[in-house]
C-alpha cells in the first residue's frame, strides 16, 4: 500500500485525506496542532511544524513514505519540494520554485519583466518620505498567507501605519507595496504538462466590501466574459520565469479596463477547494487527476465540457466568538455544504477579521 504525508490538516487539505483514503491510500498528517479536520480524517497523525525539516526527514524515514504533498498551502509547497527531493519521491514543483511563490518579494522581482506584473517597492519598515507609486496603494506580507495582514491606502498619512501592521504578519519582517489596480478580480485555475497550460479555468472571485482582499465567493459560469487569452498569456509568462512546468497552478488576478494584472501565484491547489466547483461545472476532477499524474505519471485528459454555472461561497465570521450556523441562509439550489467547526465551537482567528467558518455550493440559480 502506498503512504502518503500530507502537510497539514485544515479543512482544504481533509479534502485531500479523505480523497487519498477512498483510493485505498494509507494516510499520513502532520500538523503543529491537532486543531483540524484532517487529524482525525487522517489514518496517523502526529503533531510536527510542518517547518521541522528535521522532524518530518525522521518521519518519512521511520514510516517508509512513498509521497509528501499539500493542498491550499503556500507555507507547506517549499518544504514538499525540499523533502521530495531529498528522498526522491514524486513531486510536481521544485522547492526553488515554491520559494519563489511562497515570498512576493521573490516573485515580484523574478517577474518583473512578464506582461500583466504590478509596480512595486518591497520595504522593511517605515519611510521617511512618500514612495514613487500612485494611490491607492496595497500593503501586504512578503510571504503571508491567508489574506492576513492586507491593507488598502489612500493617501501618505496611512502607509506607515499599514506598513507596521503587515510587517507584524510576515515571517521575514518585509512588506509588499504595491499599485491598487482597479476592476475586478479573477481566479485561475490551472494545470501544466511540461510547461503547456493543459486546463484553465477563469472564475469570478468577489470579496467582502468590509474586508479587504478577503474572499466571499467565487463564480464559474461560462457566459460571464473574460479576456481569457490575455489571462493565460500573462499566467503562463510567470509560471515559465519562476519555474512552474507541471501540475496544478493557482493565480489571483485583477482584470482592469481589460487589462490583467497578476497578484498571486502558486504552484499548488488553491485554499478554497475549487476542485470542487471544477468538477462540478466541467466534469473535470483536478484533485483525482493530479495524484494520480503524480503517483503513477498519468497526465490528465482534460475535456472541454460545461455542465452548469456554480458558485461557492462562504459562511464568515468574526473569530474567537462561538459559531452558531443556524443564522446561514439554506438554499433549495445547494449542491454541497460544508462546516468547518461543529455548532457553538469557538472561530479559531486565521486572518483574524473574518474567517471562514464553512461553505456552500451552489447553481448560479440559486446566487
Known sequence: MIKFLVLGVASVQADLIEYLNENNIETHAVAMRNDGPGAESANYFEEINILDKESLEKYIVDNKIDAVYSVGSDIAMPIVGYLSEKFNLPYFTSEAAAKICNNKNLMR?????????????????????????????????????????????????????????????????????????????VSVNGYLINGKMSFMLVSGRETWKEY????????????????????????????????????????????????????????????????????????????????????????????????????LEFKCEIPNNKVDYSKFKINEDIIEEYNYYKNGEIIRPVNGVYDKVGYYIYSKKGD
Open 109 to 185: 522581482e523574478i517577474t518583473k519583466n512578464c506582461k500583466g506584473s504590478i509596480k512595486t517597492l518591497i520595504l522593511d519598515g517605515p519611510v521617511n518620505e512618500d514612495v514613487n507609486l500612485r494611490y491607492p496603494l496595497i500593503v501586504k506580507p512578503s510571504d503571508g498567507q491567508g489574506q492576513r495582514g492586507i491593507n488598502l491606502v489612500h493617501n501618505y498619512e496611512n502607509l506607515n501605519s499599514a506598513i507596521k501592521h503587515s510587517i507584524d504578519f510576515s515571517r521575514n519582517k518585509l512588506v509588499v507595496v504595491e499599485e491598487y489596480k482597479a476592476g475586478y478580480e
Open 212 to 311: 479587504t482582499g478577503l474572499i466571499h465567493k467565487h463564480i464559474a459560469d461560462d457566459s460571464i466574459s473574460y479576456p481569457t487569452k490575455e489571462i493565460e498569456e500573462v499566467t503562463i509568462q510567470h509560471c515559465k520565469a519562476i519555474g512552474i512546468e507541471n501540475g496544478p497552478v493557482y493565480a489571483q488576478l485583477k482584470v482592469e479596463n481589460n487589462v490583467p494584472y497578476m497578484i498571486e501565484i502558486t504552484p499548488r491547489f488553491d485554499g478554497c477547494h475549487m476542485h470542487k466547483v471544477i468538477k462540478y461545472h466541467t466534469g473535470n476532477d483536478l484533485l483525482d487527476m493530479s495524484i494520480k499524474h503524480l503517483l503513477n505519471g498519468i497526465q490528465p485528459n482534460f475535456t472541454d465540457n460545461i455542465i452548469m454555472p456554480v458558485t
